[in-house]
């Protein structure tokens, strides 16, 4: 009885050291958020991921200003045509035909990150711009690391106008997007050390940050 006592008792600290554990994380990752965004250095590429008018909008305008050579929309859907989003951005009807590409296959960020790798070999890019959400970038930063360990990441995050990160525990929708994009990035880790230990992949979330003067 007491051998079962004492087992009982290593459970019980060890669920409430792992419920410790995952709260503390949560609230780093909250921290980590990217909450300014700067003009970032140049880059071979940029990749921006759907998800909203305002990603595709801000990687146009890097393109516009000479950031990157190309730009490489992934996630898009397979019904959405590029004259479709050229309407949605300024500079569109100037940048579309001549160095935007558009990806239809990936339907998650683990799948942008496999065509973004597939598009910048293709390319001979080894260096790209990553316009995502600021909530986003975290998880995406570490799935293109892992499938693209050589290649250079600069993150480039949107910050929208709907996501309050400065006292995000007073939104509720931004609490309850924090929380489900703190599970996706730990499963994004997940697969990162996976990835590590069977001989591949960079450091997640390394790559250098984009300058923070406006």
């Known amino acids: 009885m007491a051998a079962f006592i004492r087992t009982i008792r290593f459970v019980v600290m060890g669920v409430f050291l792992a419920c410790v554990l995952l709260v503390a994380?949560?609230?780093?990752?909250?921290?980590?958020?990217?909450?300014?965004s700067g003009v970032p250095q140049a880059a071979?590429?940029?990749?921006?991921?759907?998800?909203g008018k305002d990603r595709i909008g801000e990687a146009v305008k890097l393109l516009a200003k000479?950031?990157?050579?190309?730009?490489?929309?992934?996630?898009?859907?397979?019904?959405?045509?590029?004259?479709?989003?050229?309407?949605?951005?300024?500079g569109g009807d100037e940048f579309f035909p001549c160095c935007v590409d558009l990806d239809h296959a990936a339907l998650d960020t683990s799948g942008n990150a496999t065509e973004t790798r597939d598009w910048a070999a293709k390319h001979g890019f080894?260096?790209?711009?990553?316009?995502?959400?600021?909530?986003?970038?975290?998880?995406?930063?570490?799935?293109?690391?892992r499938v693209m360990p050589d290649v250079h990441l600069v993150p480039h995050a949107v910050i929208s106008r709907n996501f309050h990160i400065e006292n995000w525990w007073a939104h509720a929708g931004t609490v309850r997007i924090l929380i489900s994009e703190y599970v996706k990035y730990l499963g994004a880790l997940t697969r990162y050390a996976g990835a590590r230990l069977a001989g591949g992949g960079g450091q997640p979330g390394s790559a250098q940050s984009s300058a923070k003067s406006n």
Do not use: D
């Not at 000479?66 to 300024?90: D, H």
């Not at 970038?137 to 799935?143: A, D, F, K």
């Open 25 to 36: 994380g949560f609230f780093l990752f909250a921290a980590a958020i990217e909450r300014n």
């Open 44 to 51: 071979h590429g940029i990749v921006a991921l759907t998800g």
């Open 66 to 90: 000479g950031q990157a050579q190309r730009l490489l929309i992934t996630g898009v859907n397979p019904s959405t045509k590029a004259s479709e989003l050229k309407g949605m951005v300024p």
């Open 126 to 145: 080894n260096s790209l711009i990553v316009v995502t959400s600021a909530y986003h970038m975290p998880r995406t930063l570490v799935e293109f690391s």
